[in-house]
């Protein structure tokens, strides 16, 4: 094939693969239903992504997807729980504050805000850190954590880039995220989480 053609060809691949495995995490959601389903599904989606950027595309992605979602199922769903906590807390004590006309409580909002930042922080990573390492379940918080504090411009980077993605696609074709959209970020998320990992693989028990 000529390079044009070639580059046509690759693009339409990769295209292909993104509605795959995002109509994969949809479907197994949905069959896990909803609060069940997210999260081992998010694991199965980052644990085949995890694969493309490595380098291995041929891997067959069904096999390995439906692998991830039974395997991690149980603990995908009690770290999941323990996130929803952590960040309904941080949402109710800020409602809580901004509720109050003392200014001593509209000053302590900023400090959850800015707990809400490291919160933001910690999702970012979390699921590139699950895929790729064996860890115990408090580790899976606090790792996040500390490639984000370590990293802070590529964690700028990564989620200025979803951000402004998503954004981009929402105000000119909102459709492509209901097709693509959360493959396209677990891509981007994984991509910049193996950038940092090498550091951190000589730590892992």
Request: net charge positive; aromatic share 20%; with cysteine.
């Amino acid at each position: 094939m000529t390079g044009f053609i070639a580059g046509y060809y690759n693009f339409c691949l990769w295209i292909t693969r993104w509605l795959y495995v995002h109509f994969l995490w949809i479907g197994f959601t949905i069959l896990g239903l909803g609060v069940l389903g997210i999260m081992p599904a998010t694991a199965a989606m980052f644990a085949v992504v995890r694969k493309w950027v490595q380098g291995d595309t041929d891997k067959p992605i069904f096999p390995l997807f439906w692998k991830t979602y039974k395997q991690e199922f149980p603990r995908s769903n009690i770290l999941g729980g323990i996130l929803f906590l952590i960040g309904y807390g941080l949402f109710i004590q800020y409602q809580i504050l901004r509720s109050q006309e003392e200014a001593v409580y509209y000053v302590a909002s900023f400090a959850i805000l800015a707990l809400a930042a490291l919160f933001t922080v910690i999702l970012l990573y979390f699921f590139p850190v699950f895929s790729h390492f064996k860890l115990s379940n408090i580790q899976y918080l606090l790792w996040p954590f500390m490639i984000g504090f370590l990293h802070p411009v590529l964690t700028i980077v990564l989620f200025t880039a979803v951000a402004g993605i998503y954004y981009l696609v929402y105000i000119s074709m909102p459709g492509l995220l209901f097709l693509m959209g959360g493959s396209v970020a677990a891509f981007i998320l994984t991509w910049g989480g193996q950038l940092t990992f090498a550091r951190f693989e000589r730590r892992e028990e």
